[in-house]
């Protein structure tokens, strides 16, 4: 049974004989291998092209900027999944990651579409606050948060992306999707009755898109920078064991209201 397209059996990622490996057209050992920082490398992978010396900056900022921030739900579920399954380091990894959603963690992806169409609406001759209007109020009709604004414990503004926005614009690369975040962010009070802070999955995508990285692949900027701090939390917890102290806590915080 034929499911899906099968008309292009090709791959323009990797390929490999006996004596190399070729990795987007680069040779692994010769061209890679302790010539190319990490970084770098993903976004060569991600997007077949060696990044400029503005885009690797920005992607190292980013990812940086996403790693870490404390017990969230993505390190609480890998640690707890290690308590229970401590042979299982790789399943925690997966555990703390398979929650990267719309909510947390994965809303940069959200948000980026988001600015994307709206900016793309602006190619009819449309001003970006008149789109960034409508867009928000399609969201409300349909009771859907902003997303890129408001944060529970940031409410003066998130730091992380304050100095994003802030090197964006030192670095003169402000284009028109953190054109669009600040339309959204102007017509808020006007709209929702309110003004929200940028938060740092606003922050993220408006940048990356800006500096050329594909909207496709916005989520995966959150998946390998949180991979990174899951690790941490994970020898930590080899060492300094509080994933029962967790699961122990949401018991006696949760009362059964059953028959």
Not at 62 to 76: D, R
Not at 109 to 114: I, L, N, Q, S
Request: charged share 15%; net charge negative.
């Amino acid at each position: 049974m034929r499911i899906g397209k099968q008309d292009a059996p090709f791959s323009a990622i990797c390929t490999s004989d006996a004596e190399s490996i070729t990795v987007r057209g680069h040779d692994l050992c010769g061209e890679i291998i302790g010539q190319m920082d990490f970084t770098s490398y993903f976004w060569l992978l991600v997007t077949g092209k060696a990044p400029s010396e503005v885009q690797r900056f920005f992607a190292n900022a980013v990812l940086a900027a996403i790693a870490e921030h404390g017990l969230v739900p993505s390190v609480v579920a890998a640690r707890m999944t290690y308590a229970a399954a401590p042979e299982a380091f790789h399943g925690a990894v997966a555990a703390g990651l398979l929650g990267c959603g719309s909510v947390v963690l994965g809303s940069a992806e959200v948000a980026g579409r988001f600015y994307a169409d709206l900016v793309a609406k602006t190619g009819d001759g449309n001003e970006a606050a008149t789109v960034a209007s409508e867009g928000i109020r399609r969201l409300r009709a349909d009771k859907l948060a902003i997303p890129g604004f408001g944060h529970p414990q940031h409410a003066g503004g998130d730091p992380r992306a304050l100095l994003l926005l802030d090197l964006a614009e030192r670095h003169g690369i402000v284009g028109p999707h953190i054109a669009m975040l600040y339309a959204i962010r102007d017509a808020l009070p006007g709209t929702l009755g309110r003004a929200l802070p940028i938060n740092v999955n606003g922050a993220i995508p408006a940048v990356m898109l800006d500096v050329g990285f594909p909207v496709a692949a916005l989520k995966g900027i959150s998946l390998l920078a949180r991979t990174a701090s899951l690790i941490a939390h994970l020898q930590e917890e080899t060492e300094r064991p509080i994933g029962f102290i967790m699961s122990g806590a949401a018991a006696a915080a949760i009362d059964y209201d059953g028959a």
